[in-house]
């Protein structure tokens, strides 16, 4: 008796390693996907509402306010928290974002323009 109870819990402890190897992968493999969708779900989101004065990461109102990751880093925006503050918040001639795009909006943007500044925009 004690050792068909020995080999059902091992029986059963393979079965829960391997149950849990394969919750493992498959979560491993969504990864990429869901963070492929948020940045193409950014990059939609700045030709909507930003390319028109950002278009390359540049400035068309003040060249020297640009989004490369140089000017970024110079100005403490060199973070998707700072950039989300930046697009929700505006400053000076940036127009303030809160009101025409969710948090999560504003998240996925700011992702996608830190990606693409330290990308040089390619």
């Not at 190897?21 to 491993?28: E, P, V």
């Not at 003040?62 to 490369?68: E, G, H, I, P, Y």
Request: hydrophobic share 40%.
């Amino acid at each position: 008796m004690l050792i068909h109870s020995i080999y059902e819990g091992k029986k059963m402890q393979k079965i829960i390693i391997a149950c849990l190897l394969i919750f493992i992968s498959i979560n491993i493999i969504k990864i990429p996907t869901a963070l492929g969708v948020e940045i193409t779900k950014g990059g939609e989101l700045f030709q909507i509402h930003c390319v028109g004065c950002h278009a390359k990461g540049g400035n068309i109102v003040r060249r020297w306010k640009n989004l490369k990751i140089r000017t970024l880093k110079k100005n403490k925006l060199d973070s998707v928290e700072a950039i989300a503050y930046l697009v929700k918040n505006g400053k000076n001639n940036m127009s303030a974002y809160k009101d025409r795009l969710t948090e999560t909006e504003i998240e996925t943007v700011s992702a996608y323009v830190l990606e693409q500044a330290e990308n040089g925009w390619r």
